[in-house]
């Protein structure tokens, strides 16, 4: 059975997500705050470090919204 276009569903089950800026720094023990990652400016970007070391950035990359329409959330 073919369904027409306009009665089908895409569900995306490999949408890239990124976690709260926040997730670890407001989560951790004292002791660990300056060692877990966390979102730093970079160039004019936010970015995840830890411990110095450069990760990527922090964003999803490209994302499609529900009327069909690409952007990127950087």
């Given at each position: 059975m073919t369904?027409?276009?306009?009665?089908?569903?895409?569900?995306?089950?490999?949408?890239?997500?990124?976690?709260?800026?926040?997730?670890?720094?407001?989560?951790?023990?004292?002791?660990?705050?300056?060692?877990?990652?966390?979102?730093?400016?970079?160039?004019?970007?936010?970015?995840?470090?830890?411990?110095?070391?450069?990760?990527?950035?922090?964003?999803?990359?490209?994302?499609?919204?529900?009327?069909?329409?690409?952007?990127?959330?950087?």
């Amino acid at each position: 059975m073919t369904l027409p276009l306009d009665q089908v569903r895409v569900i995306d089950t490999d949408t890239h997500l990124t976690e709260r800026h926040d997730l670890w720094t407001s989560r951790a023990p004292a002791k660990f705050k300056d060692r877990v990652p966390r979102v730093e400016q970079v160039d004019g970007a936010a970015t995840w470090v830890v411990d110095g070391a450069v990760l990527g950035r922090a964003g999803a990359g490209g994302v499609i919204d529900r009327d069909g329409v690409k952007g990127r959330s950087f």
